[in-house]
C-alpha cells in the first residue's frame, strides 16, 4: 500500500534542529507568527503541544495553513502551579480525557482554571495497563495492533466518532489527552492533521515528535527499569514506551483495509457527517 493513499500530495520536511523546531521547515521556515506566541512548554506536562505546530502552522497540500490555539494535545495533565498559571492564559475551554476509568483513578487531572472536562474511554475497558513483553518484536506487534485497533474496534471507533463530532461543535480552544500522550491522543493528532490536508510526511514527523517530547520521561523510565533488570529488559520494553512510524501504518493501512479510504472511515467507520468534517476543517485551518 502507498503511505501516501489518503491524501492529496506530500512535501519534503527538512528537519530543524532543537525541539519544537523539528518541523519549522513545514511551519514556514524560521519566521515565527508575531501575532501568536509559541505554545507554552509545560515542564509538569511534557507532551503538550499545538496541533498546528510551531511558527505559522503546519502548511497543508492546498496552500492553506493550520490555525494555532484552536487544538491543543497532551499526556495526563499533572500541572504545576507555574504551569497552570501558563496553560490558563490560553483560553482551553474543554479538557477531553481519553484513557480508562482505571488510569483516571490512578492519577486524576489537575485541569485549567474554568474548562469543562469530558472524559471518552477510547478503548472501552475498565482499566489499561502497559503489559510485560519477551521480546522487542512482541511489543512492537502489540503497538502495531493497538494502531488497527482504533479503526476496527467498536468502542474506539465510537469514542473517536464523538470526540471529533465535539471537536467540531465545540467553542473556544480545545485539548485532548491520553496518558502519555502518544497513542490514542496521537492518533487523534494524525486524523485532524488528515482532515485538514497536512502532508502524510508531515503528519509523521509530527506523530514521532513523542519521542523527542517525551525524553526525559523515557530516560527515567528506562533507567528505572535498566538498575532494575538489565539493559535487555530495556531494548524489550523500549517499543511499548515510544512511538515508531510503523505504529501510524498500521493504523493507515488498516483504514484502507477496512474502508478503502481515510473519507469512507470518517463517514461510515466514525459515523461523521461530511458537514461536521467540512466544520472540523474549517476550524483547523486559516
Avoid at 105 to 122: F, H, I, M, Y
Avoid at 165 to 181: E, I, M, P, V
Avoid at 259 to 271: F, I, K, Q, V
Wanted: glycine share 10%.
Amino acid at each position: 500500500m502507498s503511505r501516501r493513499g489518503f491524501l492529496k500530495g506530500s512535501a519534503h520536511v527538512v528537519l530543524a534542529s532543537g525541539l519544537g523546531g523539528a518541523l519549522l521547515s513545514a511551519c514556514g521556515g524560521g519566521d515565527l507568527d508575531t501575532e501568536l506566541p509559541q505554545t507554552p512548554r509545560l515542564a509538569s506536562v511534557s507532551n503538550f503541544r499545538d496541533l498546528a505546530g510551531v511558527g505559522a502552522g503546519y502548511a497543508t497540500v492546498d496552500g492553506k495553513r493550520m490555525r494555532r490555539g484552536a487544538f491543543y494535545r497532551a499526556n495526563v495533565l499533572t500541572l504545576s502551579s507555574a504551569d497552570e498559571t501558563a496553560i490558563d492564559k490560553l483560553g482551553i475551554a474543554s479538557v477531553y480525557d481519553l484513557r480508562t476509568p482505571g488510569e483516571i483513578a490512578r492519577q486524576n487531572d489537575v485541569l485549567p482554571g474554568g474548562v469543562t472536562p469530558q472524559t471518552l474511554n477510547v478503548l472501552g475497558i475498565s482499566d489499561f495497563v502497559v503489559p510485560v513483553m519477551d521480546t522487542a518484536a512482541a511489543a512492537t506487534a502489540f503497538m502495531e495492533a493497538q494502531a488497527r485497533g482504533y479503526v476496527t474496534g467498536a468502542a474506539q471507533r465510537a469514542a473517536y466518532g464523538t470526540l471529533l463530532t465535539r471537536l467540531a461543535d465545540g467553542a473556544g480552544a480545545q485539548l485532548f489527552h491520553s496518558k502519555a500522550g502518544k497513542d490514542r491522543a496521537g492518533w487523534v493528532a494524525a486524523l485532524l492533521l488528515s482532515i485538514a490536508n497536512v502532508p502524510l510526511d508531515v503528519i509523521t514527523q509530527d506523530y514521532l515528535l513523542s519521542n523527542t517530547y517525551l525524553a526525559a520521561s523515557l530516560d527515567e523510565q528506562t533507567g528505572t527499569l535498566r538498575a532494575q533488570d538489565g539493559e535487555a529488559a530495556v531494548a524489550i520494553q523500549m517499543p511499548l514506551l515510544e512511538v515508531q512510524e510503523s505504529y501510524l501504518q498500521a493504523g493507515f493501512d488498516q483504514v484502507q483495509i477496512s474502508y478503502g479510504t481515510m473519507a469512507n472511515y470518517l463517514t461510515r467507520g466514525l459515523g461523521m457527517s461530511q458537514a461536521t468534517i467540512d466544520m472540523l476543517r474549517a476550524r483547523l485551518v486559516s
